[in-house]
């Protein structure tokens, strides 16, 4: 009997969308996907066979839109992305997919990851391993603030995980000189008495700068007290990280990063997978 009725369950389970690896049953198929790593990782793969071709690698766009910035995603329901992707879009070059559920399933959590900010997503990771290393030996503190405590050169990082997609950060923390974030263009000057100011360029004009230094000092110049001003090409941001932290390191910087937020109410997204 015990196994007869163990069959019965496999029966029922595999004929709605079967789990993936590391999934639980529970919840509706969006909840088990969307924002799961595993399933982000899954949906990454096949993307890039299929839809990279129009959409781009990183889905910078192409023949087919942009789906990072694409207002259509951000405003689409799971259920609604699950569809685009498996009808296609009937009159445009934007195909149907004959790919199984699961498969499609997949594919939107990774699409939808593109833009997802970072806490809605179920990020792996020892958050308080990360949180030692942010306040101690990575030294992010000398020029990143969260809640009142740090430096200034960075973007303040309190409300990260609600601004930026888990995308965006591994991105600032590991190519920082890929993009720099607005307001923290990275510039020298040289004043006519010969100080030299290091600092972020706030605003600038042919006329006026307004430069954030290392102490935290604005300084407003105009463009005759400067002898020589100089933006760089490179982030005062370090970019080794990448060879100075080890792979866990930087899963356990992301897992802690990605939760930080001022809002009291911002929880991993409902149904994900803890
Ligand atoms: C042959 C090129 C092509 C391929 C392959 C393709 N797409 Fe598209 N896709 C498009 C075009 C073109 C549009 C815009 C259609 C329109 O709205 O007119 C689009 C639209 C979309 C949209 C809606 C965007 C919005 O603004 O609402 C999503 C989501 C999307 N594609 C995902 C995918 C995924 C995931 C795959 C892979 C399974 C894929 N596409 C494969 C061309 C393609
Ligand atoms: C010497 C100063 C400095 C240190 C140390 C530093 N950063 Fe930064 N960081 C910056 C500056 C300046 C920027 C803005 C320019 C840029 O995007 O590269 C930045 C950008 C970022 C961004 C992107 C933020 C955004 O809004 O786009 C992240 C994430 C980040 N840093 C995380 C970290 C973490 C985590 C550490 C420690 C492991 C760290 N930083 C150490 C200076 C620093």
């Known amino acids: 009997m015990k196994v007869l009725s163990a069959l019965f369950l496999i029966a029922a389970a595999s ?8 999934m639980q049953a529970k919840g509706g198929a969006p909840g088990r996907f969307i924002g799961d790593p595993m399933a982000i990782e899954a949906g990454k793969e096949s993307y890039g066979l299929v839809c990279s071709g129009c959409h781009g690698v990183t889905g910078e766009g192409g023949r087919g839109p942009n789906l990072v910035t694409a207002p259509g995603v951000q405003k689409a329901s799971d ?15 934007m195909p149907p997919s004959p790919l199984d559920e699961e498969r499609i399933w997949q594919l939107a959590a990774f699409v939808r990851s593109l833009s997802a ?14 949180r030692m290393l942010f306040y101690g030996d990575a030294g992010c503190t000398n020029c990143h603030m969260i809640r009142g405590e740090g430096g200034y050169l960075g973007p303040d990082l309190s409300n990260l995980g609600l601004t930026l997609s888990l995308g965006r950060i591994r991105e ?15 510039v020298v000057v040289t ?6 100011i290091e600092g972020v360029a706030k605003n600038y004009s042919n006329y006026a ?18 002898a ?16 100075t932290l080890s792979g866990d390191e930087i899963q356990n910087m992301l897992a802690f990063l990605s939760r930080l937020s001022l809002s009291s109410d911002a929880t991993p997204r409902e149904g994900a997978p803890q």
């Not at 004929?15 to 590391?22: K, L, T």
């Not at 004043?191 to 030299?196: A, I, P, V, W, Y």
């Open 79 to 93: 259920q609604e992305l699950f569809g685009v992707i498996k009808d296609g879009i009937p009159g445009s070059d």
């Open 15 to 22: 004929a709605e969308v079967p789990p993936g690896p590391g």
């Open 191 to 196: 004043l006519t008495d010969g100080t030299r």
């Open 172 to 186: 600032g923390l590991l190519d920082p000189n890929n993009r720099f974030a607005k307001g923290f263009d990275p």
């Open 228 to 243: 020589a001003i100089e933006f760089l090409v490179d982030s005062w941001m370090p970019a080794d990280y990448p060879h």
């Open 117 to 130: 900010p970072a806490i809605s997503q179920n990020v792996p990771g020892d958050r308080d391993a990360g």
């Open 209 to 226: 700068l307004q430069i954030l230094d290392r102490a935290g000092r604005l300084h407003f110049l105009a463009s005759d007290d400067a």
